[in-house]
């Protein structure tokens, strides 16, 4: 009887908020899931525990992901454990907040390093390794469409990755990978919540029809419809998971 390898998802920054409710629900899904992380071990440790916990594998793979060489590393890795990445998820990324007049060179570069070199280059090495029937889902944000004051850098950042996401679609031409943008709105994470007064958390609650803020596990479950086979005709899009917001 012939066994079926299970296929591998890569979960950039999936230690904890929503890349770890993704870890979950693919694994849940029946995926073997790479947990990537930048910094903290244990969050990582944890997020596996549970995976495993709950009948599921996953391994962990600490890596910048705006250090090119080390998401090669993490690719060669992957090649070498379970024969590649099947799915790449590219949630890895910061939110830095400032006018435009007050955005410094640190803030506008750090972004750009985490939420557009590091999609680059993950994208990078699945363009060139991925197997014909693939799933990439990147990450944009719902305030390319908002346009809220004081999110210029990070809204731009995010638009260059919903129009990267659409090119790659069609580079890919010819090889069944589906390559789409998801687009979260406020979301009841640290990323999010973080220096934030709670008027303000209390007020972008209300702001979508349904009248509160997203959930991990939201964004998790369009993750995997969109990695899934009902997704199958769904190619170089973006989908906003915000609730109604914009």
Known sequence: MSIIKKKTALVTGSSAGIGAAIAARLAADGFHVIVNYANNDAAAA???RQIEAAGG????????????????????????????VDVLVNNAGIMKLAAIADSDEALFDRQVAINLWGTVNTLREAAKRMPDGGKIVNFSSSVVGLKLENYGVYAGIKAAVETITAILAKELRGRSIN???????????????????????????????????????????????????????????????NGGLV
Do not use: H
């Not at 996953?58 to 454990?81: N, P, Q, T, Y």
């Open 57 to 84: 594998s996953a391994i962990a793979a600490k890596a910048d992901v705006s250090d090119a060489a080390a998401v090669r590393g993490m690719f060669d890795a992957a090649d070498a454990a379970s024969g590649g």
């Open 179 to 241: 390559v789409n943008a998801i687009a979260p709105g406020p979301t009841a994470t640290q990323l999010f919540i973080k220096g934030k007064p709670q008027e303000v958390i209390e007020r972008m609650a209300k702001m979508a029809p349904m009248e509160r803020l997203g959930t991990p596990e939201d964004i998790a479950k369009a993750v995997a419809f969109l990695v899934g086979p009902d997704a199958a005709w769904i190619n170089g899009q973006t989908l906003r998971a």
């Open 46 to 48: 944890q997020v596996i």
